[in-house]
Nanobody
Framework: QVQLVESGGGLVQPGGSLRLSCAAS????????MAWYRQAPGKQRELVAR???????NYADSVKGRFTISRDNAKNTVYLQMGSLKPEDTAVYYC???????????WGQGTQVTVSS
């Protein structure tokens, strides 16, 4: 079965950095578009960043220039390097894997990121 396991969340001060990891198993990782979403209390889940199978990336305007998404196909892992963190980045961050040709869409269980002084 497909499994996505996030790690790396925690408490960080404003201006700090954090790296999230998502380890995938049970799927052909290299063909998937991988993405990070987040959901803050009382808000809808929103796309933070995505990276396609060929390496193209895009980012939410709110994180552009601060976050970097990357993938290591040999490790079946996608990362989110988060810098210059702000309190409004506080949310549960979810890993997502999508393969459009077969309508595959998988989610991890999330990892909490809290930005606070």
């Amino acid at each position: 079965q497909v499994q996505l396991v996030e790690s790396g969340g925690g408490l960080v001060q404003p201006g700090g950095s954090l790296r999230l990891s998502c380890a995938a198993s049970g799927m052909t990782f290299s063909i998937y578009t991988m993405a990070w979403y987040r959901q803050a209390p009382g808000k809808q889940r929103e796309l933070v960043a995505r990276v396609t199978n060929d390496g193209s990336t895009n980012y939410a305007d709110s994180v552009k220039g601060r976050f970097t998404i990357s993938r290591d196909n040999a490790k079946n892992t996608v990362y989110l390097q988060m810098g210059s963190l702000k309190p409004e980045d506080t949310a549960v961050y979810y890993c997502n894997a999508q393969y459009i040709p077969r309508s595959y869409d998988h989610w991890g269980q999330g990892t909490q990121v809290t930005v606070s002084s």
